[in-house]
Nanobody, 123 residues
């Protein structure tokens, strides 16, 4: 069993900042890519940013230069620093992780999602 627990969402004003955190716990051998996705009302879930275990990052064009993803491999935690927030950033943000489980010589990868944390732009 693996849990991804997110925190850090909330209300934010124009140009404000928020930092999201997502901690993975449970039966984990290793964590590969970790990422953040978001889903705005009436829209499909979209990738915001992803980071590999080695620290390679990729961002959606809409957040480049404003958001920064990072991770702590010891704490099994991924972060999303969001700066210069805009109304269009309002969404539920979901953490995602590709996790390897080991049972003896058997290694298997599974994809996990957090429960989501709401980020709302407040005028």
């Amino acid at each position: 069993q693996v849990q991804l627990v997110e925190s850090g969402g909330g209300l934010v004003q124009a140009g404000g900042s928020l930092r999201l955190s997502c901690a993975a716990s449970g039966s984990i051998f290793s964590i590969n890519d970790m990422g953040w996705y978001r889903q705005a009302p009436g829209k499909q879930r979209e990738l915001v940013a992803v980071i590999s275990r080695g620290g390679r990052t990729n961002y959606a064009d809409s957040v480049k230069g404003r958001f920064a993803i990072s991770r702590d491999n010891v704490k099994n935690t991924v972060y999303l620093q969001m700066n210069s927030l805009k109304p269009e950033d309002t969404a539920v943000y979901y953490c995602n992780a590709d996790i390897t489980h080991r049972a003896g010589y058997d290694y298997r990868n599974y994809d996990y999602w957090g429960q989501g944390t709401q980020v709302t732009f407040s005028s």
